[in-house]
Nanobody, 117 residues
Framework: VQLQASGGGLVQAGGSLRLSCKAS???????????FNWYRQAPGKQRELVAG???????NYGDSVKGRFTISRDNAKKTVYLQMDSLRTEDTATYYC?????????WGEGTLVTVSS
């Protein structure tokens, strides 16, 4: 498994969750991988970018999560995190971890986040 996501679950609106994505040594040793991203897909909707983290330290966020979600990396643990605060019912989706670079595009299995009202 190249990318292993975890941390999803059921949470009430206004609550928090932290998703984790552990990358394999192969992915981390590949210099062509530059970005780690989190995407999500809700039932009946297209997959959308939630947050991205580039090798040069830049981060970017989808408009709907700005100010509420934070992406971070722990290189020693080979893990990328997505801290999700002030969750809303519309954040309910399956969340996917992605590693991307020149000619490379890896996806982990999704982790389901359900936000109840």
């Amino acid at each position: 498994v190249q990318l292993q996501a975890s941390g999803g679950g059921l949470v009430q609106a206004g609550g928090s969750l932290r998703l984790s994505c552990k990358a394999s040594r192969m992915i981390l040793s590949t210099f062509r991988i530059t970005d780690f991203n989190w995407y999500r897909q809700a039932p009946g909707k297209q997959r959308e970018l939630v947050a991205g983290s580039s090798r040069d330290g830049r981060t970017n966020y989808g408009d709907s999560v700005k100010g509420r979600f934070t992406i971070s990396r722990d290189n020693a643990k080979k893990t990328v995190y997505l801290q999700m605060d002030s969750l809303r019912t519309e954040d309910t989706a399956t969340y996917y971890c992605n590693a991307w670079g020149s000619g490379m595009d890896y996806w982990g299995e999704g982790t389901l986040v359900t936000v109840s009202s």
